[in-house]
């Protein structure tokens, strides 16, 4: 007891460090996976073999990533944004506080509105700002209600394609073809001008910020983020020091169900719907698993002080993290788009895969540049500045 009290109070002292380093792996590892949204097109993910056609170098990377990355770190961002969300509510529990966190909210859904249709439809600011409203709204429940509350939460999209699967909504057993046509008229949209991605830009953020927030989004995001405040109020990390073998057990599980959804997904290319419907569940209950895998991994990590130098830099981004997500999307669409090299569509699996190494490297070396010479990020800075304004005057 007096070893996991004292790890309790370490965990205590060092625990905004521990955010910073989970908030900045998390940003870094979606872009491992939105690399492939900015360079290919919108429906070739969930088609690979399809769009890699015998590029077996291309299938193995991109399984890796389905494996190792998809659906993980934006899993972890979520955690994180509710857990930031308990800690400022202990912080500045005043009415202040309240009207402060509320328009910083509407703040973070004016920058998504913005980013889907200026830069990429793939924003996530506009579903979190919208879930981050519901949980603080929710913050003062009793924590075990949050932590139910949130699971039931996360599981509505599974349950919703559950029932309408049972329900014979796809009735059909094959699934449409795509259609080549259609991937070469998007490709030849995004190697176009700026004002000319709109045509493809628009309505499918549209599409993503109305129908996909309702069926999908919203839900995914809510329940991870009452989690995450749940995990806060609950004081549940002074049960990680204690924890051996159990987080590895989340990570192998996990991993066997994304292997299970990836080859599921190979099988979906045969243009049939179970194998579809099956690679979603797996990979939506395999993903979480391994989310909770690599947040304890990174919470050992931050307490054994091995490769400090590393962890600095990963916390650094952490702390400059919307700046990150937001300059990831631009330097991406100079890359890919148009009104950039164009090369939307060029680039096999492998080489993303490299181009996402690249930017990992760049944050890792810029950030802890950026914040010793000027300190806060861009971002950061016009997010606080405008969520003050008001209370000043």
């Not at 073999?49 to 190792?68: C, E, K």
């Not at 949050?146 to 349950?159: C, K, M, R």
């Not at 569940?281 to 490769?307: C, D, K, V």
Request: with cysteine; glycine share 6%.
């Amino acid at each position: 007891m007096a070893d996991l009290a004292t790890a309790s109070r370490r965990f205590d002292a060092s625990r905004l460090h521990w955010l910073d380093l989970l908030r900045g792996s998390a940003v870094l590892g979606i872009f491992w996976v939105n690399v492939f949204l900015f360079a290919w097109p919108e429906t070739a993910l969930d088609r690979p073999r399809l769009w890699l056609a015998d590029d077996t170098v291309g299938w193995w990377s991109w399984a890796a990533m389905h494996v190792l990355a998809e659906q993980k770190f934006i899993n972890l961002l979520a955690l994180v944004f509710g857990m930031s969300l308990a800690l400022s509510d202990q912080r500045h529990g005043t009415a202040e506080a309240d009207a402060r966190q509320r328009r910083r909210m509407t703040i973070l859904a004016i920058l998504g509105l913005l980013h889907a249709w200026l830069l990429w439809w793939g924003d996530i600011l506009f579903t979190y700002a919208c879930a981050g409203m519901l949980a603080w709204w929710l913050r003062h429940r009793p924590a075990h209600q949050l932590l139910t509350l949130g699971v039931l939460l996360y599981a509505v999209p599974a349950l919703m394609m559950l029932v309408l699967d049972l329900a014979g909504f796809w009735h059909a057993d094959t699934l449409p073809a795509p259609d080549p046509a259609d991937w070469a008229a998007e490709i030849a949209l995004y190697q176009s001008s700026w004002w000319a991605q709109m045509a493809h830009r628009a309505p499918t953020a549209l599409l993503w910020q109305t129908t996909g927030l309702i069926t999908a989004s919203l839900w995914h995001a809510l329940g991870l983020m009452l989690i995450g405040l749940a995990l806060v109020r609950l004081r549940l990390w002074a049960q990680l020091p204690a924890a051996r073998h159990w987080p590895w057990s989340l990570v192998v599980a996990g991993a066997l169900l994304m292997t299970a959804s990836a080859y599921w997904l190979r099988q979906s290319d045969d243009l049939q719907w179970r194998p579809l419907l099956l690679a979603f569940q797996a990979q939506y209950w395999g993903s979480p698993l391994m989310t909770a895998g690599y947040a304890w991994l990174l919470y050992r990590w931050s307490l054994s002080g091995s490769a400090h130098n590393l962890q600095d830099r990963l916390s650094t981004v952490g702390q400059l993290a919307l700046s990150v997500y937001l300059l990831q999307s631009v330097l991406a669409t100079l890359l890919f788009y148009g009104h950039g090299l164009g090369l939307f569509g060029q680039l096999q699996a492998i080489e993303l895969l490299l181009v996402a190494l690249g930017m990992t490297w760049l944050w890792l070396w810029l950030c802890p540049l950026w914040r010793r010479h000027l300190g806060t990020g861009p971002a950061e800075r016009l997010w606080r500045y405008l969520a003050h304004y008001r209370m000043k005057e």
